[in-house]
């Protein structure tokens, strides 16, 4: 079965704060790899994706790597903002079309 | 990025009755949709591939007569729980991939169905 997981579930850090936020998948034969974000009762905004040819994305004070081999990805949060409290969600694509899903990290960034 | 919409946010019925709930991408073609399912503190669960022109492809255990798919256009694709019942309250959400198989896949802004 090609799981995703997601550790830790939750995280509360205070603001200013480097983080990492872990996921890990059983199958390295990806498509790709995106990380989203979900505020409570939202749907899904789209924060990085990356190519199963690439190691890592940036976008502003968030980098992602990907690790096929290990079948592990990181997302980095710099300099955490009260504003960045959310659900991470890290996604897989195995199959060409729709995407695994981990359970996501719930982050509470704390002023 | 390219904008999923979908309609309604809210939706509250009353058992028995049916809901449609709508899937729109606004700025690209969608030949593939897809509709997830979402339980409270829980991830996203694949119910259906929407596919344009063609019947969905479900997901094993999701009821293909309860949850039926229509992609009639590139840019539409509609979810309508059929005679629902409380145990289908949930959180939908649709998502659309802009191009091929390696493009970022982008998500509506979710449905939250209650049924009393």
């Known amino acids: 079965k090609q799981e995703v997981t997601q550790i830790p579930a939750a995280l509360s850090v205070p603001e200013g704060e480097n983080l990492v936020l872990n996921c890990s998948f059983t199958?390295?034969?990806?498509?790709?790899l995106q990380w989203f974000r979900q505020d409570p009762g939202k749907g899904l905004t789209s924060l990085l994706l990356?190519?199963?040819?690439?190691r890592e994305q940036t976008s502003g004070r968030l980098n992602a790597s990907l690790d096929k081999s290990s079948g592990r990805s990181t997302l980095y949060i710099a300099a955490s903002q009260p504003g960045d409290s959310a659900t991470y969600l890290c996604?897989?694509?195995?199959?060409?079309?729709?995407?695994?899903f981990g359970k996501g990290t719930s982050l509470l960034v704390t002023p | 990025g390219a904008v999923v919409s979908q309609h309604p946010s809210r939706v509250i019925c009353k058992s028995g009755t049916s809901v449609k709930i709508e899937c729109r991408s606004l700025?690209?073609?969608?030949?593939?949709m897809f509709w997830y399912r979402q339980f409270p503190k829980q991830s996203l669960m694949l119910m259906a591939t929407?596919?344009?022109?063609?019947?969905?492809?479900?997901e094993q255990g999701v009821e293909k007569d309860k949850f039926l798919i229509n992609h009639a256009s590139l840019t539409l694709s509609t979810l309508t729980v059929t005679s629902a019942h409380p145990e289908d309250s949930s959180f939908y959400i649709c998502?659309?991939?802009?191009?091929?198989?390696?493009?970022?896949?982008?998500f509506g802004e979710g449905s939250r169905l209650t049924v009393l």
């Open positions: 998502s659309a991939r802009e191009s091929g198989y390696t493009g970022e896949l982008f």
């Open positions: 990356i190519q199963s040819s690439q």
């Open positions: 700025d690209f073609q969608a030949t593939t």
């Open positions: 929407s596919n344009e022109g063609s019947k969905a492809t479900y």
């Open positions: 996604a897989v694509n195995y199959s060409g079309y729709a995407l695994n």
């Open positions: 199958d390295s034969a990806i498509y790709n």
